[in-house]
Every structure is written in structure tokens, then in C-alpha cells.
């Protein structure tokens, strides 16, 4: 079970790590095209719009694993669908990427001025590590997905969950209990002891239904 942590927060550091980068190379693109185009590509700021997302959520997702060691598997499927989602939106960027650049930069990128074959290298950068990051969090929820843990989790069949019944199952048994030494006891008085007076004391005694007299 020390496989699932070690695997996601690799899987995550990883998926940052790129996720910054494509940030950096999408501000500079888009900074290029807007200086010199009076614009920006559609994919640029896609990319910069996904590698937000996963610079915001990835680093609390670290640091829930860091300060609350396995404590990840409480909201395991919420994980897995955010990191399905982003893992989505890195694909279009990668996607959208590839479309334009082969729209734009229709020769090899030594072939253009200095500043057009920058913006051709950085468009084939952010391609290549939002390709990356799409394998990287596709392949991670998958493999959560499919893992043993996530399905008992998914059905409530983990051990954390059976706690709950057993604990329940002991209410009736101490309630009988409770009720059991609450109840008073009572003893009929008898009609006679049969005794014949002053035998077996020091005074007579005699025994009537519901009185005692000495």
C-alpha cells in the first residue's frame, strides 16, 4: 500500500513541474504574438488558463498528502475526476498547439528571423509538456482508479467503514443492560413462616401478608 502515496506524489511533483513550465512558455509566446501580431493564439491562452488550474490545486493536493499521510483516500474519487478533468484540458492545449502551429510555422523553425523561430520553438515546447502532463495525470487516475483500495473505497467495503456497524450492533445488548439494573426487585411477603412463637429468637415474631412486625 506504500506504492499508491509514493506514486501520486511523484505522479504530481512531476505534473507541476511541467505545468510551470508551460506557463512560462505560454506568457512568453503570447507576449511575442501580442508585441508584434497585436494578438494571441487560442492555445497560448488555453495553456495558460490549464497550467493556472494545476499550479493552483496540485500543491494543495501535496500538502494534504505531506501533513495528513494517507489521509488522500477519504476524497479519493473527487482527485481522481479533477485530475481526469485537467488532465483533458492539457490534451486540448496539446492538441490546439499542434493545429496552429501547423497552420503557422509551415517550414522548420531555423528557417524564420530569430524572433518568429522563438515563438516556433516555444510552440512545439508547449506542446511536447502538455502531451506530458496528459499522459502523466491520465495514467495516475487510471492506475488509482483501478487499484484495489480505490475499489473498496468505491463500494464502502473499507475497513474504516465496517466500524461503523459494529459499534451499532453493541447498542441494544448495553441498553438491555442498563435496563436490567434499573429494575427494582420485589420479593412477595408471605402469608406465615410457620414458626411456632418464640422459637428459634429472643421475642415473639409473627409474620403477617405484607407486614413484618418484631
Same mark, same amino acid.
Given at each position: 500500500m506504500?506504492?499508491?502515496?509514493?506514486?501520486?506524489?511523484?505522479?504530481?511533483?512531476?505534473a507541476l513541474?511541467?505545468?510551470?513550465?508551460?506557463? #512560462?512558455?505560454? $506568457? =512568453?509566446?503570447?507576449?511575442? %504574438?501580442?508585441?508584434?501580431? /497585436?494578438?494571441?493564439?487560442?492555445? &497560448? @491562452?488555453?495553456?495558460?488558463?490549464?497550467?493556472?488550474?494545476?499550479?493552483?490545486?496540485?500543491p494543495?493536493?501535496?500538502?494534504?498528502?505531506?501533513?495528513?499521510?494517507?489521509?488522500?483516500?477519504?476524497?479519493?474519487?473527487?482527485?481522481?475526476?479533477?485530475?481526469?478533468?485537467?488532465?483533458?484540458?492539457?490534451?486540448?492545449?496539446?492538441?490546439? #498547439?499542434?493545429? $496552429? =502551429?501547423?497552420?503557422?510555422? %509551415?517550414?522548420?523553425?531555423? /528557417?524564420?528571423?530569430?524572433?518568429? &523561430? @522563438?515563438?516556433?520553438?516555444?510552440?512545439?515546447?508547449?506542446?511536447?509538456?502538455?502531451?506530458?502532463?496528459?499522459?502523466?495525470?491520465?495514467?495516475?487516475?487510471?492506475?488509482?482508479?483501478?487499484?484495489?483500495?480505490?475499489?473498496?473505497?468505491?463500494?464502502?467495503?473499507?475497513?474504516?467503514?465496517?466500524?461503523?456497524?459494529?459499534?451499532?450492533s453493541?447498542?441494544? $445488548?448495553?441498553?438491555?443492560?442498563?435496563?436490567?439494573?434499573?429494575?427494582?426487585?420485589?420479593?412477595?411477603?408471605?402469608?406465615?413462616?410457620?414458626?411456632?412463637?418464640?422459637?428459634?429468637g429472643?421475642?415473639?415474631?409473627?409474620?403477617?401478608?405484607?407486614?413484618?412486625?418484631?
Open positions: 506504500a506504492l499508491i502515496p509514493l506514486v501520486r506524489l511523484v505522479a504530481l511533483c512531476v513541474a511541467f505545468s510551470v513550465i508551460v506557463l #512560462g512558455l505560454s $506568457a =512568453a509566446l503570447t507576449s511575442t %504574438t501580442e508585441k508584434f501580431l /497585436d494578438g494571441y493564439f487560442i492555445f &497560448a @491562452a488555453l495553456a495558460i488558463a490549464t497550467s493556472s488550474l494545476a499550479m493552483i490545486t496540485l494543495v493536493m501535496i500538502l494534504l498528502e505531506i501533513l495528513r499521510p494517507g489521509g488522500f483516500t477519504s476524497m479519493i474519487m473527487v482527485e481522481v475526476s479533477w485530475l481526469f478533468i485537467l488532465s483533458v484540458l492539457f490534451l486540448a492545449t496539446g492538441a490546439d #498547439g499542434a493545429q $496552429a =502551429a501547423s497552420d503557422t510555422f %509551415t517550414f522548420s523553425c531555423g /528557417d524564420y528571423i530569430p524572433t518568429v &523561430a @522563438a515563438a516556433c520553438r516555444e510552440t512545439s515546447a508547449i506542446q511536447a509538456f502538455s502531451f506530458l502532463n496528459w499522459i502523466i495525470l491520465m495514467a495516475y487516475s487510471v492506475f488509482i482508479f483501478a487499484s484495489p483500495s480505490s475499489l473498496q473505497i468505491a463500494r464502502g467495503l473499507a475497513s474504516g467503514s465496517r466500524l461503523l456497524p459494529r459499534r451499532r453493541l447498542a441494544p $445488548a448495553e441498553t438491555s443492560a442498563v435496563q436490567m439494573e434499573a429494575t427494582p426487585t420485589t420479593i412477595p411477603a408471605s402469608t406465615s413462616t410457620g414458626y411456632p412463637v418464640g422459637a428459634g429472643t421475642g415473639p415474631t409473627s409474620v403477617q401478608a405484607g407486614t413484618v412486625t418484631v
